[in-house]
């Protein structure tokens, strides 16, 4: 079978490659995935480029989000079944509660992910995918429609009728947009382009905020809730100081978006600003199991789709990821093994 690893910790793209390995037998709390799609994102390029805030390990197979069909189980498994169509969880170990130390082991960064024909799971770290999503469509959800669901229903109570905040148009964004506007929540979204904000639009958005036209973007968001603020900001991509402008008081921001020291918009944040925001600011590093199999349910009860912006082959995984660091697309970059 084939893998994709990375040569060394921040060794970049060229880093990325494709290496041979003998197909895997699980053992007897594990199962073996035949994986027939991945996703990729921005997180895949800050593993890569050796600015994730996650240890790497030397050699890593890449890839946390993936789907495909149990090929074979072990002798202790009894909830999943040969035949069974599943996904990766981020976090095989995080099965519900608090992110923790105990728990923050993650595919493709410290255990081997799912960039690979066959992937070795624990019993407790596949979950059944949706019956109306392809394996594409499914492989979107793992990391950015468990962070944004996680962003939108931890902490907080989101209350129909309430403002939700995003920022960009990438699949944190979109997935927020899709679920607050499942909520019955008025959504307001940042972007960068008129054919963008047309797709926004399209997917359901109130309002769309072009932040290189509109600089001070937090005004706008308080002019458009009569000076309010947002109930709910999911901040994907910063400035974080703007979030804390936008926020109404008693607020929360999900800060899901991580800045590298010196990278353009991560600025200090004073505490001034934290304190006079009278908002709460939630960490939020992806989700659990549980927040996985809730998201499934009311993707299932409503039939949502995810958005897909463009798929490449398994042997375009560079070039997949060269794509993503152009800021092109609209929505989740996939990988279909077919």
Not at 47 to 72: H, I, S
């Amino acid at each position: 079978m084939k893998s994709y690893q990375l040569t060394a910790p921040g060794a970049g793209i060229d880093g990325v490659v494709l290496r041979e390995h003998d197909e895997p037998t699980p053992g007897p709390d594990q199962v073996v995935v035949r994986v027939a799609a991945n996703s990729v994102g921005y997180r895949d390029l800050q593993v890569v480029a050796g600015d994730y805030p996650l240890p790497v390990r030397p050699g890593v197979v890449l890839g946390c989000e993936g789907t495909g069909e149990v090929v074979a189980v072990g002798s202790r498994v009894n909830r999943v079944a040969v035949g069974d169509r599943v996904a990766g969880a981020v976090f095989p170990r995080w099965i519900d509660g608090p992110f923790s130390r105990d728990n923050a082991a993650q595919l493709g960064t410290m255990l081997d992910g799912m960039l690979t024909e066959y992937a070795v799971l624990g019993e407790d770290g596949v979950v059944p995918i949706p019956e109306h999503l392809s394996y594409p469509e499914a492989a979107a959800l793992p990391l950015s429609a468990v962070t944004a669901w996680n962003a939108l229903t931890e902490g907080r109570p989101l209350h129909s009728g309430e403002t939700v905040l995003t920022l960009g148009s990438g699949a944190v964004s979109t997935f927020a947009l899709q679920f607050a506007k499942l909520a019955g929540a008025r959504v307001v979204v940042t972007t960068s382009s008129a054919e963008k904000a047309d797709k926004l639009t399209a997917l359901g958005a109130d309002a769309v905020i072009d932040y290189r036209r509109n600089t001070q973007w937090w005004q706008e968001v308080r002019a458009l809730t009569g000076d309010r603020g947002a109930d709910r900001v999911v901040d994907a991509t910063g400035p974080l100081g703007q979030s804390l402008q936008a926020v109404a008081a008693r607020g929360e921001i999900a800060f899901v978006g991580y800045w590298v020291s010196g990278a353009a918009g991560a600025q200090p944040i004073e505490p001034a600003s934290l304190f006079k925001s009278g908002a709460i600011v939630r960490c939020v590093a992806t989700g659990s199991r549980a927040h996985f199999l809730a998201l499934n349910r009311a993707v299932e009860a409503h039939r949502l789709r995810p958005v897909i912006d463009r798929a490449f082959g398994f042997d375009e995984v560079p070039e997949a990821l060269r794509y993503c660091r152009s800021g092109q697309g609209f929505g989740k970059i996939v990988i279909t093994h077919e």
